[in-house]
Structure formats: C-alpha cells, structure tokens
C-alpha cells in the first residue's frame, strides 16, 4: 500500500490505539464511558496476583516456540528483520534477533541497533506534561487557548482531551496536501506550525470529549505547551527530566534526519509509486512529539516499566501517584473489551505501553504490571499484513505463547 491516502490516514493499525505516527494509529472512535483504571495499575508498585494467570516461564522449550512463532510471522509478512526481548523477574531472558538489517549487504539484525520507535513518542511527550502538571505550571483541564492561540476550539479542547485523543481536532497526517508533500520529498523539514497548519484549514471532526479518535495533531499542540511553559526545547527537556534520570543513553529526539550508527535500514511503501524503498534517512520532523524519536532494546527494556509505573529505574517518582492514575484511566475505545486508551498510553489485555510504526520501522514496547513482564519488538518494516501492522502480528503471536490470558489484540480501525 503506498504512503498516500490508504496508509496514511488510516494509520497504524493500532487502531484505537496507540501507535503509529503516520497517522499512527489509526482513528478510532470509543462508545465506553471512561471507566477506572484496573487496581493492579494505579498500584504505587504493581506486584503480581495470585488470580491472574502468570507468564509462562521462558524455558528453552517457551524459547523454541517464540523463536518458530517470531520465524512464521515473519516468512509470513515479509518482514526483512525483528529484535524481539522479553524479560521476567526470576526468569531468563529471552532476547532474539532475526533476519536482516540490511537487505543489500546482508547485515544481520542484531539487539544494540538503533531503530525508530514512531509513536512510541507520544509516552515521553505526555510524561513531561505530567511533570509540569506535578509542578502546577499546566493544569490536566486547562484549555490549549491558555497556552497556544489559534487552535479551533481552543477555549473547550483541555490537554488532558488532547492525551486521550478526544479533542475532536483534525489529523494532519491524513491531509491530502500534508501527504503530497511528504511523499514528494521525504527528506524535508517540517516545523510544528507548518504540521498544525494542515489540521486547522479543516473544520473539527466533533466536540471535546464526544469520541476517541487517535490524532497526531493533539501531540503536535502537547509538544509545543512543553516547550512554551518550560523554557526548553522538547528534545534538551526529555534528555534532562526523563531520559537521563531513567539512565536510557540510547534514546534521542532527532531534531533532523540524523541517525547513529549503528542502525537497521528500514523498509516502506510508503512511497507514493508503492516501490519499496529504504527510509533510513527520511526526515522524521513531521512526527515532531508524535514520533520521531529513535531508541533501542536496551533503553526500551528500560522505558517500558518505567513509564508503566511512573518510576525511574533508581525507585525516584517519573511522576506523581496522582498524575499516573490519571495516565492509567483507560477507557475502552472499541468493541474489543480490555483494550482503550489513557493519557498518551495504551492498555491491551493488561499490557501497558505503546506502539509505533512510521515509514520503514515499527516498535511495540509493553509491560504487563501483574507479572512485572516487559515485551519489547523493534521491525524493519511497516509494510501492512492482512490490514494489520506487523508489530501487532508479532504481539499476539508472542502473548498468545507467554501469557495466554494477557493475548496482545490491538484492534484495527479505520477512519470514519
């Protein structure tokens, strides 16, 4: 499918949820009235239950069948490369790569690779509002017009609408121009401004608060009140307030193209003809606090309980109790109960976290709090499956081997 209208405006196929920054996810809308967070989630430290089924202990026999599921998917959505790390306490660990990072030299995919995690973005933008919230510079129910003029409705639209994608604003990633402009030079800078000006020539989609549908733009507008109410640029607050602290050394928020070495190349058809081509070096500005940021395994081993509990690995609070509870609300967003959406965060069957998916890379780093799992998958590609992404099709296929209760089922919606 070429990055033109289809995929870019239906977005990842996260669907409700999370993800992707093309459109990431794709837009959704939610019929269930937001309902409290599960209590092993707003636990100041989640610990296991004993009446939730555990995760299979990741014996050499577990190892064998995620390394045949990891395999099949792969043959079967054409996927050049997969990292693949899961990690349980008192458990080994079980980290994989396969395939290749390169298809023209033959570069084997490996664990320390750099990759791009899109969406995945969206956890760490939200994260420094909820500091500045715990700060009481920003309140969760300001409107954006306090800090950032010319937004429609921008004296209804709160920043806590725009976290949970119920601002009913347009998404600029599936503006006909927007597109036409990405696909003819994909190595072009985009500015924040130039981003919200392709959402705000189109009239809003609904009122605050009406539906769940999943927007690039709400990051965009968060993105900005970081920087405005900080006094920081959004890359020098993240690496200073949450990537520091969290000890991630590998986690950047590229202010252009530029890419450490070493990286995987990244395989799209995101292209406008529908050829495939290698995206390493397209510019990733026009995901800006949506979805450029750039990680590895390690680092994402790191971020996934550290986001899902609000603590750094030192025990310190990322974030207050308070402001992770309210992160934690997760209203259901589709007819797939036990999947829906919070403050910039998803949770699917117990599993907390996010996903991502731009040209050429997909990532989905999750934590599963009763188990204290964490489940970490970078790919090389972002070239759909069956309509779905192929980081979705990894995720169940690994759950439905390690935690049959807890199945990874990202639904897939289309835009409407």
């Known amino acids: 499918m070429s990055m033109s209208s289809a995929r870019l405006r239906r977005g990842a196929t996260i669907a409700m949820?999370?993800?992707?920054?093309?459109?990431?996810?794709?837009?959704?809308?939610?019929?269930?009235?937001?309902?409290?967070?599960?209590?092993?989630?707003?636990?100041?430290s989640p610990n296991p239950s004993p009446s939730e089924p555990a995760v299979r202990p990741l014996t050499p026999q577990v190892a064998r069948q995620l390394d045949a599921a990891v395999q099949k998917?792969?043959?079967?959505?054409?996927?050049?490369?997969?990292?693949?790390?899961?990690?349980?306490?008192?458990?080994?660990?079980?980290?994989?790569?396969?395939?290749?990072?390169?298809?023209?030299?033959?570069?084997?995919?490996?664990?320390?690779?750099?990759?791009?995690?899109g969406s995945e973005t969206k956890t760490f933008t939200v994260t420094a509002l909820l500091q500045l919230v715990d700060q009481k510079k920003v309140g969760l129910?300001?409107?954006?017009?306090?800090?950032?003029?010319?937004?429609?409705?921008?004296?209804?639209?709160?920043?806590?609408q725009l976290a949970e994608m119920r601002s009913g604003l347009y998404n600029?990633?599936?503006?006909?121009?927007?597109?036409?402009?990405?696909?003819?030079?994909?190595?072009?800078?985009?500015?924040?401004?130039?981003?919200l000006a392709y959402a705000f020539k189109h009239p809003v989609m609904f009122q605050p608060g009406q539906k769940f549908s999943y927007c690039n733009t709400n990051l965009i507008l968060l993105g900005l009140v970081v920087e405005k109410v900080s006094g920081q640029q959004l890359g020098g607050y993240l690496r200073q307030h949450v990537l520091d602290p969290?000890?991630?050394?590998?986690?950047?928020?590229?202010?252009?193209?530029e890419f450490p070495d070493p990286h995987a190349q990244g395989y799209t058809q995101q292209t406008g003809n529908g050829r495939e081509a290698d995206a390493a070096d397209w510019n990733p500005s026009w995901g800006w606090a949506a979805g450029a940021v750039i990680s590895n395994l390690q680092d994402l081993?790191?971020?996934?309980?550290?986001?899902?509990?609000g603590r750094f690995p030192d025990g310190k609070r990322m974030v207050s109790v308070t402001a992770q509870k309210?992160?934690?609300?997760?209203?259901?967003?589709?007819?797939?109960?036990?999947?829906?959406?919070?403050?910039?965060?998803?949770?699917?069957?117990?599993?907390?976290?996010?996903?991502?998916?731009?040209?050429?890379?997909?990532?989905?780093?999750?934590?599963?709090?009763s188990t204290r799992t964490t489940l970490v998958a970078l790919l090389n590609t972002d070239t759909d499956y069956r309509s779905q992404e192929p980081s979705t099709v990894l995720g169940a296929?690994?759950?439905?081997?390690?935690?049959?209760?807890?199945?990874?089922?990202?639904?897939?919606?289309?835009?409407?």
């Open 326 to 369: 309210q992160r934690l609300i997760t209203p259901q967003t589709s007819s797939i109960k036990g999947a829906g959406y919070g403050l910039g965060i998803f949770d699917v069957q117990g599993w907390i976290g996010h996903n991502g998916s731009l040209p050429g890379y997909e990532s989905l780093t999750v934590y599963l709090p």
């Open 246 to 257: 969290a000890g991630m050394k590998h986690t950047l928020f590229p202010t252009g193209s």
């Open 141 to 160: 129910d300001d409107p954006i017009g306090k800090y950032i003029g010319g937004v429609p409705n921008e004296n209804r639209i709160t920043l806590r």
């Open 397 to 416: 296929a690994i759950t439905k081997i390690i935690s049959p209760g807890h199945v990874y089922n990202l639904p897939v919606m289309h835009t409407g």
């Open 17 to 44: 949820l999370a993800g992707t920054l093309v459109v990431p996810l794709s837009t959704g809308t939610a019929g269930a009235a937001p309902a409290a967070a599960p209590a092993a989630l707003t636990t100041d």
């Open 73 to 117: 998917v792969m043959h079967e959505a054409k996927v050049p490369g997969v990292t693949v790390g899961i990690w349980a306490p008192g458990q080994p660990s079980y980290v994989r790569s396969f395939g290749v990072a390169d298809k023209s030299t033959g570069q084997k995919m490996a664990p320390g690779l750099y990759m791009r995690i």
């Open 301 to 309: 081993r790191t971020w996934a309980p550290t986001v899902a509990t």
């Open 172 to 195: 600029y990633s599936e503006d006909p121009d927007f597109v036409q402009a990405l696909t003819s030079d994909p190595q072009r800078s985009f500015t924040p401004e130039q981003l």
